[in-house]
């Protein structure tokens, strides 16, 4: 298994911008794929954001599309999500995971896909 440990989330005023840290330990970290995901208060929890193992390939989904950017340092083991031009509908507790079976290219955005997850950084974004 991975650790993961989530860092920088906050309040935010609409507009504005908010990145996100997630450290992993435990396993070779530019193996494996890298995903955010958010739940927000009474809705289920939701793909943002997916970075393959070496980083170069990404997707995200349609509502944060142009606004937000993942990305990884593996020589640090940290993958990051920028968010900008932030809206209340971001408000949510945002968590990254570690889909330890899918390395190379590969994107995945299912829940299932993913082996490990952090406890969660929550961001509030305030109109």
């Known amino acids: 298994q991975v650790q993961l440990v989530e860092s920088g989330g906050g309040l935010v005023q609409a507009g504005g911008s908010l990145r996100l840290s997630c450290a992993a330990s435990?396993?070779?970290?530019?193996?494996?794929?890298m995903g955010w995901f958010r739940q927000a208060p009474g809705k289920e929890r939701e793909f943002v954001a997916t970075?393959?193992?070496?980083?170069?390939?990404?997707y995200y989904a349609d509502s944060v599309k142009g606004r937000f950017t993942i990305s990884r340092d593996n020589a640090k083991n940290t993958v990051y999500l920028q968010m900008n031009s932030l809206s209340p509908e971001d408000t949510a507790v945002y968590y990254c995971?570690?889909?330890?079976?899918?390395?190379?290219?590969?994107?995945?955005?299912?829940?299932?896909?993913?082996?490990?997850w952090g406890q969660g950084t929550q961001v509030t974004v305030s109109s």
């Open positions: 970075i393959s193992s070496r980083g170069g390939n990404t």
């Open positions: 435990g396993r070779t970290f530019s193996n494996y794929a």
């Open positions: 995971a570690a889909s330890l079976r899918v390395g190379g290219r590969s994107t995945p955005t299912g829940s299932v896909a993913y082996d490990s």
